[in-house]
Structures are given as C-alpha cells and as structure tokens.
T-cell receptor, first 116, second 117 residues
Framework: NAGVMQNPRHLVRRRGQEARLRCSPMKGHSHVYWYRQLPEEGLKFMVYLQKENIIDESGMPKERFSAEFPKEGPSILRIQQVVRGDSAAYFC??????????????FGQGTRLTVV | AQTVTQSQPEMSVQEAETVTLSCTYDTSENNYYLFWYKQPPSRQMILVIRQEAYKQQNATENRFSVNFQKAAKSFSLKISDSQLGDTAMYFCAFMKHTTSGTYKYIFGTGTRLKVLA
C-alpha cells in the first residue's frame, strides 16, 4: 500500500511562472490537506479538500493560489505568477473520512518549490 | 483560536541519554488530540506519538513517552536512550475533530534535536 505520493519532489520556477504541485492520497483516502512550511518554521495549514469539494480554505492566500481534488486523479495545488516569497516546502496529507476513532492524517514527502 | 508553542528552537543530547522537548498549547476546547511528529532531513513527516485529551493516562511508544498535563495545557515529549537516528526536527501538533467531520492540525514551530555520539 503506497503512501501519500507527491510530485515533483523539487520544482524550480522563475518569477511570474505557474507552479503545479500534485498529491496522490493513500488508497481509500478521500480527504486531502495541504500545508506550507517556510524555512525554519512549522507547517501552516492551507486548505482541506474532499473529492470535488473544498471543505476549508481558510489558510489559502486570497490571490494566485488555488486547489482542487477531482473525482479522478490527484489533488493539485496551483500557484500562479509565483514570487520569491512562495519558495517553501509544500506538504500534502491524506486521511479517510475523519471519525472520533480515526485521527491520523498521513503525510507525503513534500515538494520543495524554489522561485528564482 | 488554537495555538501551539515550542519554546526550545534547538536541543542536543548525548547518545543513550534522556531528553525532554516542551510543548504548550492554548485552546478552549475540551476534546482534542495532540501529536508529536518527527521530521528527519528527508523531510518526511513521521508520527511519533499521539494523545487523546480525554485520556488521563500518558501515551507511550517504545522509547517515546509524553507528559500530558491537561489543566496546564502542556504536552512534553520524553525520549529515552537517545539514538543517533533520533536527530531530527520535532513538531508538536494540536488537532480538534468536529462533528461535521472537519479537522486540521495546528503545528508548533519545531525543536531541532541533535543526538551527539
């Protein structure tokens, strides 16, 4: 059973380009979370998605960032017109339907985005 | 809003010794979960240990144990018999599960632990 798969592991973009980060959840998981980790900081929540539905996007910047989790295929975090401040590690986590007995989300290895 | 504070940016410990990492949090909730995650240089987030707030007994997982003080909102991690492979960033995290089925983790800023040979 493969874990949460993120690709690419490293992504370099020039200022103004678009960055697309992909996350394939664990088999059977219908919930995906995206987090951003700036250098020497903890993980900051960005968005929580269920298939074809955004549950909570309270951590997403209002502009240039969007996320989707289609019925088929991976979840995508899209950053348009990237700036240097977007350079960070972006982590995806997945879980099955949350219940009081099921509290763990499983993390991928992250995508390190570098904007030059 | 919930916050998680880790006041020790860096710590070091001699191999085979014991070390304790601090974590405090702030919440008005009564039911929640607390976690310690380890992030080695590979960047993979690895769950070390979890604690349900409704349980009084402190969680243990082999060499890892927690001291959970609910009234003080404190959740420290003790690593016994430290090993070189324990060298990593350690993140404390708070998570509240809602009846509507939503949750998100709130992470602290991390403690960088170095185990010395």
């Amino acid at each position: 059973n493969a874990g949460v798969m993120q690709n690419p592991r490293h992504l370099v973009r020039r200022r103004g380009q678009e960055a697309r980060l992909r996350c394939s959840p664990m088999k059977g998981h219908s919930h995906v979370y995206w987090y951003r980790q700036l250098p020497e900081e903890g993980l900051k929540f960005m968005v929580y998605l269920q298939k074809e539905n955004i549950i909570d996007e309270s951590g997403m910047p209002k502009e240039r960032f969007s996320a989707e989790f289609p019925k088929e295929g991976p979840s995508i975090l899209r950053i348009q017109q990237v700036v240097r401040g977007d350079s960070a590690a972006y982590f995806c986590a997945s879980s099955p339907q949350p219940t009081v007995m099921n509290t763990e989300a499983f993390f991928g290895q992250g995508t390190r985005l570098t904007v030059v | 809003a919930q916050t998680v504070t880790q006041s020790q940016p860096e710590m070091s410990v001699q191999e085979a010794e014991t070390v304790t990492l601090s974590c405090t949090y702030d919440t008005s909730e009564n039911n929640y979960y607390l976690f310690w995650y380890k992030q080695p240089p590979s960047r993979q987030m690895i769950l070390v240990i979890r604690q349900e707030a409704y349980k009084q007994q402190n969680a243990t997982e082999n060499r890892f144990s927690v001291n959970f003080q609910k009234a003080a909102k404190s959740f420290s991690l003790k690593i016994s018999d430290s090993q070189l492979g324990d060298t990593a960033m350690y993140f404390c995290a708070f998570m509240k599960h809602t009846t509507s089925g939503t949750y998100k983790y709130i992470f602290g800023t991390g403690t960088r632990l170095k185990v010395l040979a």
